[in-house]
C-alpha cells in the first residue's frame, strides 16, 4: 500500500487563502473545524500530535449534564450539556449509547436528597431526556451491582447519562470534516502566527515527520488547542497572561469482574468534594477521577502515588471485592483546561467554555468539555463569522449526522463491514483485547495513524485497556504498519521502543511486565 499522507499534506499546503485555519486536534478544534466546513468555509486543521493526544482522550468517556455541576448551581450549563447530549446521541448512535448510574444509599434520607436532584436532573433534559430516574429497593441495587457492600445497605437510585469512546469520537469528527470538504492534518505544529500590518494572516507549522516548514493563509486563526491556549496565545502576546489553570484527573482501570453488571456506580460525594464514578467500559471496569491542581501543563502528565491511593480507598468504601493496586490494569492522567477565577479550589472553576480575540484577530477557544463540544464550535464560528468578515451562513451541525452514522454500537459504523472485509479481520491482535489486525489496516489507510501509539492509544483503546498487553503487541502492529506505510526494520524498532518508553507510564508499578 501508499502511504496516504503525501496527498494530504498537498492538500493541506496548496496555494489558497483558507477561511478558517484551526489550530488543535481535540474536541474543542475537531468541533469548530467541522462547524466551519459543513457551514461551507474552506477549513484547514493543524494539529501538532495526534487528534485527541492530550485530554480529549482521557475522559470518563460520559457523554453528560454533569450531576456535581447542578449541586454547584451551574443550571445553564447543565441544561445546555443535556441537550447536547441528545443531540450526539442521535447523531452519533453508533458511537453514544445509554447507560444507567446507580447511586448506593447506606443512609434512608439519602433518597429525598438524591432523588429531588436527579429529577431536576430528568426536568433540565426535557424532550432529551434518556429515562427516567427512579428509586430502587436493596434486593433491586444489588441486581444492577452484585459486588457493592451489602451491610447496611438501604437501596439505591438509578438514572441515565450517556456513554462514548472519546478518541474514536475524535477520529469520526476527523473523518466528517474530511466528508465536508475540510483538511485536517497530524504531525504538523504551529510554530508561528503570520501577521500583516498587525493582523493575523496565517500560521507557519512543520511537517513532523519531514521536518519540513510550511506557511498557509487564512482569513481567520482559531486557538482551539485546549490545555495548551496560552502557548499559542504567547506565539501572538510573548508577555501575555494566561488564561487556564490546570488541574489533573486520574483514571484506572481494572478487570469487568469489579463491576460485573452493565450499569455504573456514581460516589455523589468522595473525601474532597468531587465525584467519582466506576463505569463498565470495553469489557474493563473504568474508575475515576481526581482533581489535583498542578503547577505546569504537559503532553503525558503521570498520575500520582497519592492519587491512585485515593481512588482506590473511595471505591473499596463501595465495592466488595475492592479492587487493590496490583489489580490495576492501566492508569492514566488528563490535564482539565479550566477557565481562571479567584476560586482557590480547582473544582469550583468553570468548564463553560469562553471565547478571546486578540488585538491580531487570533481568536481563542477556552474552557469546555466534551459533551458540548458542537455548541463551542458554534459559537466559535458565529464569532469568527463576524470577526474575519466571512459571508453569514447558518449552523447545521445540530441535524448533521457523524461520518459512520448507523444505528447500532460498533464504533465504525456504516463503516464495519469495509474493515471487516480487509486482511487480518480475523486474526486477533492478543486474546485478552477484542481487536484484530485489519483494525490497524483500516486505522493506518483511512484514520491517519502515523505512529504504533496512534494505533494502541487512540485509534484502538489498547493502552488504556490494558497497558502490559499493549506493549507485548506493538511489535506486531509495527510490523502491519511498517507494510502498509513502506517502512524499514528501522523505522519498526523505533516505534516499538518509542511506545514501550510511553506505556511503560501507564502501569500501576514497575513490577509489571509485557505479557
Do not use: C
Request: charge should be neutral; hydrophobic fraction near 40%; charged fraction near 20%.
Amino acid at each position: 500500500m501508499s502511504d496516504p499522507r503525501p496527498a494530504l499534506l498537498a492538500r493541506a499546503t496548496a496555494d489558497i487563502l483558507w477561511d478558517v485555519i484551526v489550530i488543535g486536534g481535540g474536541a474543542s478544534g475537531l468541533g469548530t473545524a467541522l462547524e466551519a466546513a459543513s457551514r461551507g468555509y474552506k477549513t484547514l486543521l493543524l494539529e501538532a500530535h495526534d487528534y485527541a493526544k492530550g485530554t480529549s482522550s482521557r475522559s470518563t468517556k460520559l457523554v453528560h449534564g454533569g450531576v456535581r455541576y447542578l449541586a454547584q448551581g451551574h443550571i445553564h450549563l447543565v441544561h445546555e450539556s443535556l441537550h447536547e447530549r441528545g443531540l450526539l446521541k442521535r447523531n452519533a448512535p453508533h458511537l453514544v449509547h445509554d447507560l444507567g448510574f446507580l447511586i448506593a444509599t447506606y443512609q434512608f434520607w439519602r433518597w429525598p436528597f438524591y432523588g429531588i436532584g436527579l429529577k431536576l436532573y430528568d426536568l433540565l433534559a426535557g424532550k432529551f431526556n434518556l429515562h427516567p430516574s427512579r428509586p430502587l429497593g436493596r434486593k433491586a441495587t444489588l441486581a444492577h451491582i452484585p459486588t457493592l457492600k451489602r451491610a447496611n445497605l438501604k437501596g439505591g437510585l438509578l438514572y441515565f447519562d450517556g456513554q462514548f469512546d472519546d478518541s474514536r469520537l475524535a477520529i469520526t469528527l476527523m473523518r466528517t470534516l474530511e466528508d465536508q470538504g475540510g483538511v485536517a492534518l497530524n504531525a504538523a505544529p504551529v510554530t508561528g502566527l503570520l501577521k500583516t500590518g498587525g493582523k493575523m494572516t496565517g500560521v507557519r507549522f512543520t511537517d513532523s515527520e519531514t521536518s519540513t516548514t510550511q506557511e498557509v493563509r487564512g482569513r481567520v486563526v482559531i486557538n482551539a488547542t485546549g490545555i495548551f491556549v496560552d502557548a499559542v496565545r504567547r506565539l501572538d502576546e510573548p508577555d501575555i497572561a494566561p488564561l487556564l489553570t490546570p488541574s489533573q484527573g486520574v483514571h484506572i482501570v481494572v478487570d469487568r469482574r469489579f463491576l460485573p453488571g452493565d450499569t455504573a456506580l456514581m460516589v455523589p460525594k468522595t473525601a474532597d468534594g468531587r465525584v467519582l464514578f466506576a463505569v463498565p467500559w470495553h469489557d474493563r471496569t473504568l474508575i475515576g477521577t481526581t482533581d489535583t491542581p498542578v503547577p505546569e501543563i504537559s503532553l503525558e502528565p503521570r498520575a500520582l502515588e497519592s492519587e491512585i491511593n485515593f481512588i482506590l480507598k473511595t471505591v473499596g468504601e463501595y465495592l466488595d471485592p475492592a479492587p487493590q493496586r496490583s489489580d490495576i490494569l492501566s492508569v492514566f492522567a488528563g490535564l482539565r483546561p479550566l477557565v481562571k477565577g479567584g476560586a482557590a479550589d480547582t473544582k469550583s472553576l468553570s468548564r463553560e467554555h469562553q471565547l478571546v480575540v486578540s488585538d491580531s484577530g487570533l481568536i481563542t477557544l477556552i474552557g469546555g468539555k466534551w459533551t458540548t463540544y458542537r455548541r463551542m464550535g458554534e459559537d466559535t464560528i458565529d464569532l469568527a463569522m463576524s470577526e474575519a468578515g466571512l459571508p453569514p451562513r447558518k449552523s447545521v451541525t445540530a441535524e448533521l449526522h457523524l461520518h459512520g452514522w448507523a444505528e447500532n454500537d460498533g464504533i465504525y459504523g456504516s463503516d464495519g463491514t469495509a474493515v471487516e472485509a480487509l486482511s487480518g479481520a480475523n486474526t486477533k491482535l492478543h486474546p485478552d483485547l477484542p481487536y484484530n489486525e485489519a483494525e490497524v489496516r483500516w486505522a493506518v489507510r483511512f484514520e491517519q495513524a502515523r505512529t504504533v501509539e496512534d494505533i494502541l492509544a487512540r485509534r484502538l483503546r489498547a493502552l488504556l485497556l490494558d497497558a502490559a498487553v499493549s506493549m507485548a503487541i506493538a511489535p506486531r502492529v509495527a510490523e502491519i504498519m511498517a507494510t502498509e506505510l513502506g517502512r524499514d526494520a528501522d523505522w519498526r524498532t523505533a516505534q516499538v521502543s518509542a511506545f514501550i518508553n510511553l506505556a511503560s507510564g501507564y502501569l500501576s508499578s514497575p513490577n509489571q511486565r509485557a505479557i
